[in-house]
Each structure stands twice: as C-alpha cells, then as structure tokens.
C-alpha cells in the first residue's frame, strides 16, 4: 500500500467512526428524550419573547442542539446555560459561543442536570417524556420559575400563554 492509500483509508476510518459515534448518541437521545431539531428562527423569537426575560434570570436549554436558544437568550439574561447530550453538537456549541462570558454548555443528560438554580427552561421536546419531565421540573425548580416549551404542551398543566404551538407555564 502507498503512502496515499493509508492516508486516505485513515481519514476514511476516521470518518467512519464520527458518524458511527453521533447515531449512536443521536439515538440516545431519541430514547432517553428527543431528537435533535433545529428551532426556526422565527419561532425562536416568540421563544424569546414570550419568555420575558429579565437581566437577573438565569436560563437553561435542555438539549441545546446547537445553541441557538442558549446564545440568542444570553443576550438578555445574566447566564445562558445549553444542555446537550451528542458530543458533536456540544461542541459546535462552543465554536458558536465562543468569547461570551455569560454562556456555558454542558455535555450530559438533562436527566442528569439540577434545575433548582433556574429562573426558566426551555425545551423542545416529545410527548411520551413530557410527563416525566413535568415531575424533575416540579420536583427541582422553585415557585415563580418559567418553562417554555415548543411543540409540546405538558399533560394536565395549565399554560399561561400560547401563541401558535409555543406554550409558556409558571411552577
């Protein structure tokens, strides 16, 4: 074998376990909550919006994907924390963040993260986790705290607002 051949076959075997290891934690995330979709940018602004957001508040994306939530809401609350459990869109998160002080990514398990220190969570996620979640929320957050939620309403929760499928709760 020439010197190419093993070269490209590395690359190739390198790529090979790339894809490999992000199905792997995609499907994951699948099971344990949701798969990874994008929120438009126009739904992303409603998010915001509707959240209300104060310079005191502190705010969580539970399963971040690439950070879009996390950086847009940083921009006026005092810390902006994005959860995500893939490596790969963990660390596209950082690039993305880079240089912001009052953002942080954590690469683990929403299941795993305390939201006791949390003013508001954001999720976008599916229906057969939202009563669970409902239980970590009540269980964690303090009276007063916020969730919104995209696409998904809780089961047996009173909204205070919906605009189209966006919904917004208060503990």
């Given amino acids: 074998m020439t010197l190419t051949t093993v070269l490209l076959l590395t690359i190739f075997a390198i790529f090979i376990a790339v894809v490999f290891l992000y199905s792997v934690y ?6 344990s909550g949701a ?39 940083a921009k006026y609350c005092a810390k902006s924390i994005g959860v995500e459990i893939n490596p790969s869109l963990y660390w596209i998160s950082k690039i993305k963040a880079r240089g912001r002080k009052n953002i942080k990514f954590k690469n683990e398990s929403l299941w ?43 089961p047996d929760w009173q909204y205070l607002q919906k605009d189209d499928n966006i919904y917004l709760y208060e503990i």
């Fill in 35 to 73: 798969p990874f979709v994008p929120t438009k940018k126009a739904r992303l602004k409603k998010m915001i919006k509707m959240a209300n957001l104060k310079p005191t508040d502190k705010v969580v994306d539970l399963g971040s994907g690439e950070g879009r939530i996390t950086i847009e809401a």
């Fill in 26 to 31: 995609s499907l994951y995330a699948i099971i």
């Fill in 112 to 154: 795993k993260t305390d939201l006791s220190d949390f003013d508001l969570v954001f999720i976008y996620f599916i229906p057969h986790r939202m009563e669970k979640l409902a239980k970590k929320i009540k269980k964690e957050m303090k009276p007063g705290s916020r969730i919104i939620s995209h696409a998904f309403a809780f």
